[in-house]
């Protein structure tokens, strides 16, 4: 069967004939109590259209007032990202018609951002560090939501009809654009996927967001172009709307490099334009042309005053922000002891916080890391999802090594019991008692299955007694299974010693 993927131009033929070209978007909702222009609340998860508000439904007569935290927060982002903060700057009105914004307009920063002229230096796979230079952050409102209803996939076209609603409208966000990211050749997607993970880590540490890009909290527009080898001029653009994942962010970029590369050898033109990332398959598809700012209409808000930043303010922002997260690894990766690799497989899995969280519960770093690192990461690819999306908790993890330390559980039965609690079967110990998995301790069950294990394989017995100890592995294994994994191994081992010693 052809698929989207059979259509496009070898990976390494790309590279040979263009220079990939980037710039990233990124949104940010802001965790503020109420939305940025009103009273409502900006909390996720409520009932359709129950936060709304005259100012968010775009009634007539309805005034806008800045909400402060808001504006504290968006200084508190852009100084962490190494940005000039403007002692004055506005808001304006960016003109177009959506169903999900009932103004038509959308209150935005334009020419007067409030951060400008930053950078961001994350880490890639192998180590190497990578300035990603920043144009702006600036602020502005969210839109509302539309569900499309009657389609195959979500979206607009073949739906039958579509449902608005008004919650996120008027939410804090603060948008972050790069400047033109030039250089990264092969490693481009691998770039733009550690800046977008470096800037995840960046806002949750500030306290401003949790940034979560499944529930939309963090959205990723990534601008690909193509520029032929030794040109000077940029190509034509296009911009990959809400990737909400960084296995996506990877993804979307390095496909619509080599779909471009396809469309140009094919003598096809590059339309400037969005596109619909397809988390089912990793495609793109095509959603409407790009407009330009001119399309906008952009003018200042009459409603709103110039936002004053008073350097004096500025400053005691800065004396607020907390230990950057790359300063807070280099730390920690000192504490624990381990090498420049170690951390980077705990970084890249995404497993950092998560151990961290379960060396606070209770257990040592290398406990912690033995299961998000190794067994729990596994689960997460196996449900193409990232790490923190597991239904389990970093006390829950704690839990299970306190189980296997106390000696209730081995290792192959804690694995059942956080199976069970990824299952949603409930909490560890609900799990343990409604699967039978605590470790036997009855002395005389394991006392017989271990008499009838030796009394079974008399020749291993002899080579035993010969001198060949390693053979008690395979008794072992015969107790093991007859006990169905629940008794203690070190008891096991003891008893088969004894008697074979006799």
């Known amino acids: 069967m052809t698929t989207a993927f059979d259509e496009l131009m070898d990976y390494d033929d790309v590279l040979e004939q263009y220079e990939p070209v980037m710039g990233m978007e990124v949104h940010v909702e802001l965790a503020t109590e109420t939305k940025m222009f009103s009273t409502s609340s900006a909390r996720f998860g409520a009932e359709p259209n129950s936060h709304v508000d005259p100012v968010s439904l775009g009634l007539p007569g309805a005034l806008p007032v ?7 927060w968006a200084i508190k982002i852009g100084l962490a990202l190494n940005c000039s903060i403007a002692e004055s700057s506005r808001f304006a009105r960016k003109n177009y018609f959506y169903p999900d914004q009932p103004k038509n307009y959308q209150i935005s920063q334009y020419n007067e951002p409030i ?25 502005e409102e969210d839109t509302g939501k539309l569900t499309h209803i009657g389609g195959t996939d979500g979206r607009i076209h073949g739906a039958t009809s579509s449902l608005v609603d008004c919650n996120r409208a008027g939410v804090p966000l603060i948008e972050i654009v790069t400047k033109p990211i030039i250089g990264a ?10 800046y977008v993970a470096a800037l995840r880590d960046l806002v949750k540490a500030l306290g401003v967001s949790d940034a979560r890009m499944d529930q939309g909290s963090m959205r990723v527009d990534s601008n690909v172009s193509l520029k032929p080898i030794g040109a000077t001029e940029f190509g034509t653009r296009t911009e990959t709307k809400n990737i909400n994942s960084l296995r996506s962010v990877y993804q979307a970029v390095r496909y619509e490099m080599q779909r471009q590369a396809q469309v140009l050898a094919d003598g096809g033109t590059i339309i400037q334009e969005t596109r619909h ?7 793109t598809t095509k959603g409407r042309p790009k407009e330009t700012a001119e399309d906008y209409r952009y003018f200042n808000d009459p409603d709103l005053p110039p936002v004053i930043a008073p350097r004096e303010w500025v400053e005691e922002i800065r004396a607020t922000l907390p230990e950057l997260p790359w300063v807070r690894k280099a730390r920690i990766q000192q504490e624990w002891g381990i090498s420049d690799a170690e951390m980077r497989d705990i970084v890249n899995a995404g497993a950092l916080e998560p151990i961290i969280a379960t060396v606070a519960a209770g257990t040592t770093s290398g406990e912690a890391r033995s299961w998000w690192v190794s067994y729990l990461a596994q689960k997460a690819n196996q449900q193409g999802i990232e790490l923190d999306q597991l239904p389990i908790t970093p006390t829950q993890v704690a839990h299970v090594v306190e189980l296997i330390k106390a000696g209730k559980l081995t290792n192959k039965l804690a694995r059942q019991a956080v199976d069970g609690v990824l299952a949603g079967e409930g909490d560890v110990d609900e799990v343990v008692a409604a699967r039978g998995l605590e470790v036997v301790r009855d002395d005389g069950a394991i006392e017989a ?21 390693k053979v008690a592995g395979a008794i072992v294994g015969q107790v093991m ?14 008893l088969i010693a004894a008697k074979l010693a006799e």
């Open 449 to 469: 299955a271990v008499d009838e294990a030796i009394a079974a394989n008399p020749d291993i017995v002899a080579k035993y007694r010969a001198g060949n100890t």
């Open 185 to 194: 050749g092969r490693r481009a997607p691998e770039v733009a996927r550690a």
């Open 66 to 72: 800045v909400n402060a935290k808001g504006v504290e």
């Open 277 to 283: 990332y397809q988390e089912t398959d990793g495609t």
């Open 115 to 139: 951060a400008y002229d930053g950078y961001l230096d994350v880490i890639l796979d192998d180590g190497t560090e990578w300035r990603v230079e920043i144009e702006r952050a600036h602020m």
């Open 481 to 494: 299974k007859a006990t169905r994994g629940k008794a203690d191994p070190g008891q096991v081992n003891k």
